[in-house]
C-alpha cells in the first residue's frame, strides 16, 4: 500500500487562489462586465493556442484581418471594442503563455536580418509610446483614441513578419496555404463588394463614415493582389489566375481612387519585364510583346468602366491620372490632393521638431494634425510619432526585404513551387510601391491588410533567404 504525500500548504494556497477567483469574478460580474467577457475570451484564446497548432491559428486571423472591416466591432458601455485588434492582442498574449509554460515540439527557424529589424522597430514603437505617455496626461489616452490607432492598429501588427517566418513557414506546403488564404479571402473581400454594388445601384463604391471602409483599408492590399495574380498567371499559363487580376482591376476602377489604379499599370509592367528577362534568349521580346498587349488591354477595359459607369466625371479623372498629376509635381498647388499632403505633412514637423529623434510619441492622441482630419501622409505620421530613430527602424526591415529579394532572382529557377516563385519576385516591388505611395497614403503604417500583406511576402522572403543559405553550405560540405 503507496501512502500519497499531503503537503497543507500547497493546498491552502490553491484554496486561495480560488478564494481570490470567485472574488474577482463576482467585483467584474457587478461592475465590469465587459472586463468578466475579454477575460473569459483570453482564457478561451489560451486553451485554442495551447491545443490548436500556431499555423491554423494564424491562417484563422489573417483571414479575419484580410477580410473584416476596419470598423467592425460592438460597444461595451462606452468604449468602442473592435473585435479584430481584441483578437491580436489574445492571441499574442496567449501564445506567450503557451510558448513559455506548455512544452510542445515545434520547428523554429533562427533569426534572421529581417527579424532582427523587425524587432529593433517594436522596440522604438514601445520607446515611443512611453515618450507619449509620459509627455501627454494620461486621462486623454482612451481605447478609443491614441492606442487604438497607434498601437493596435499599427506597427505592432509587424510582428506576424516574426510569428510567420519563424513558425509557420517552417515548409513549402505552409508557405503555400497561407499565400491561399490571403488570396482567397481577399478575392472574396472583393467579390462580396462588387456583389453589394450592384445590388445598391451605387455609383462607386462609397467612402463613408471618415473610417476608410474600402479605400483606406484594403485598396493598397487589393493592388498587390493584383500584382501576385497577374504575375501568376504569367508563370502558371492557369486563366483563373487573370480572371482574378481582371476583378482587382475592376474593383479599384470603380473604388474612384487613382493612386491604386496607377500602381496596378507600374505592377504589370514591372511583371512582365521580370518575367521577360528570365525567359531563353531569342524569345524575350515576344513574351514581353504578350504581356504589353495583356497590360494594354486591361487599361482600355478600365477606362471603358470608367466612361460607362461615370461620362462626366471620369473622363476628366483619367485624364488627370497622366496629365495634371505628373504637373503637380512642379507645382503642388495643381492637385488639392497632394497639395492636402503637403500641408499635412507641414504641420506634422511642428511636431516633429519637438523631439527630433523620437517624435512626440505614441498614446498621445488620435488627431496627428490640429486642422485635419487625418494625416494621409506615412511620412509624416511616422517622423512626427517616433522621430528619425523610428523612420529609420522601419524603413531597415522594407530595404532589406528589397535587398535580399532581388538577391533570390538568379536562384528561382530552382524553386518548384509557382506560388513561392511568384511570391520571391513580386515582393521587391511590393515593398517599393508601399514606400512609394508614402506620401500619398497612411496604408504602410496603419492599414491592417496592407501590414498583413507585407508580412506575408516578408516572412517568405527570409525564410526562403534562409533555405538557399543552408541548401548551399551543405553543397560546400559535400564538396
Known sequence: MTRTSYNPVKKILLAILLLAGMVAFIYLFVKMKFL???????LTGVLSII???????????????????????????????????????????????SFL????SIQVKKFGLIEIFVLILLVFVVISAIVGILNYPTNDLSFSKAFRTDLFRGPMYYVWAIFLSLLVFKDDKWVERTITVWVVFLTAHIVSYLIDFVITGSRAIVIEHGAFLDWGCHLQAISYLFAFSFLMNMISKKRFWII?????????TISRSRTPVVACIIFALYVISVISIMQPKGTRLKFFAKGLIYVCVGIALAAFIMLFLFPDERLKLLLRIFFIRAETFQALSADPALNSRKLQMIEAMEYFRQNIWLGHGFGTYYLTTRKMFFVDNFYGVILSKMGILGLVSLLSFYFMGVLLAIKQFGKVKYIKS????????I???IFIMALAAGYTVSHPFYSKSTIITVCIFLALVSNQWEKNNQIQKEQQVDQ
Not at 101 to 104: G, I, P, S, T
Open 101 to 104: 509554460f506548455y512544452k510542445r
Open 244 to 252: 482574378i487580376a481582371s476583378v482587382c482591376l475592376l474593383f479599384l
Open 51 to 97: 491545443f490548436i497548432p500556431y499555423e491554423y491559428i494564424a491562417l484563422f486571423f489573417i483571414a479575419q484581418v484580410v477580410f473584416l472591416k476596419v470598423v467592425s466591432g460592438f460597444r461595451i458601455m462606452d468604449v468602442f471594442v473592435n473585435y479584430i485588434e481584441v483578437t491580436f492582442l489574445i492571441f499574442l498574449g496567449s501564445f506567450a503563455l
Open 418 to 425: 509557382d506560388l513561392i516563385k511568384a511570391g520571391i519576385l
Open 427 to 429: 515582393a521587391p516591388i
Open 36 to 42: 468578466l467577457i475579454l477575460s473569459a475570451v483570453a
